[in-house]
C-alpha cells in the first residue's frame, strides 16, 4: 500500500512547483509571513521525507532554492551527489534560482555534460548566477544542434552580459 494513495506523485509534484511562487514572493516580502513559513515548511518536509517519491522531492527542492540557508544548500549538495541524473538536473536548476555564486565551479563544469538537459539547466544557472566566466563556453553553445540549449545559452549570454555577450548577441542577430 502507497503511503500517498489519494494524491499520486504527478500531482504532489506539481503542488511543490506552484508553493515556489509563494517561496519566491516571502522571500521578495511581496506576501505576509505565514504563507511564506507555510510553504517553506511543506517543502522542506516533501524534500526531507524518506518515502517521498524522488519527482516530488526534486521539485520541492527547486522550489526551495530561493532560500539561501544552509539547510537548502545541503539539500541540494545531496541532490547533486544523488544518483538518479534527473535529480542532479535538479540540482543544477535549483543552484541556478538560488543565484549564488558559490555553486559557480559546479554550474560551470556541468556546461560540458554529455546530457543536454545538464547542459540547459547549466545554462540556464550561468544566467541566473551571472557567470561572466560562462560567456566563452556559452558562446559556443550557441552552435549547438539542440534548439533548446542554443536558445538558453543565448538567453543567458542576454543575462550575464559584457562585450562579449554583446557582440555574439549581435552576431546572433545578424
Known amino acids: 500500500m502507497s503511503v500517498h494513495p489519494v494524491h499520486p506523485a504527478s500531482t504532489r509534484a ?3 512547483t506552484s508553493l515556489g511562487r509563494f517561496v519566491l514572493m516571502g522571500e521578495l516580502n511581496k506576501i505576509r509571513p ?30 526551495l532554492a530561493y532560500i539561501g540557508n544552509d539547510t537548502v ?21 535549483a543552484m541556478g534560482r538560488s543565484a549564488d555564486p ?5 554550474v560551470l563544469s556541468e556546461l560540458h555534460s554529455e546530457n543536454p538537459a545538464m547542459r540547459f539547466e547549466a545554462a540556464r544557472a550561468c544566467g541566473e548566477i551571472v557567470l561572466a566566466e560562462a560567456v566563452p563556453t556559452l ?7 539542440d534548439a533548446e540549449i542554443r536558445d538558453m545559452a543565448i538567453w543567458a549570454l542576454g543575462q550575464i552580459g559584457g562585450k562579449r555577450a554583446r557582440r555574439a548577441l549581435e552576431k546572433c542577430m545578424d
Not at 526531507?48 to 522531492?57: G, S
Not at 544548500?73 to 536548476?93: D, G, M, N, T, W
Request: proline share 3%.
Open 14 to 16: 506539481a503542488a511543490a
Open 102 to 106: 558559490y555553486w559557480a565551479d559546479i
Open 139 to 145: 558562446i559556443r553553445m550557441i552552435d549547438e544542434r
Open 34 to 63: 505565514e504563507p511564506h513559513v507555510t510553504s517553506y515548511q511543506a517543502l522542506l518536509a516533501a524534500c526531507q521525507a524518506a518515502d517521498e517519491h524522488w519527482e516530488v522531492q526534486r521539485r520541492a527542492l527547486e522550489s
Open 73 to 93: 544548500a545541503e539539500l541540494i549538495r545531496q541532490a547533486y551527489a544523488a544518483p538518479e541524473e534527473k535529480v542532479r538536473i535538479s540540482a543544477i536548476f
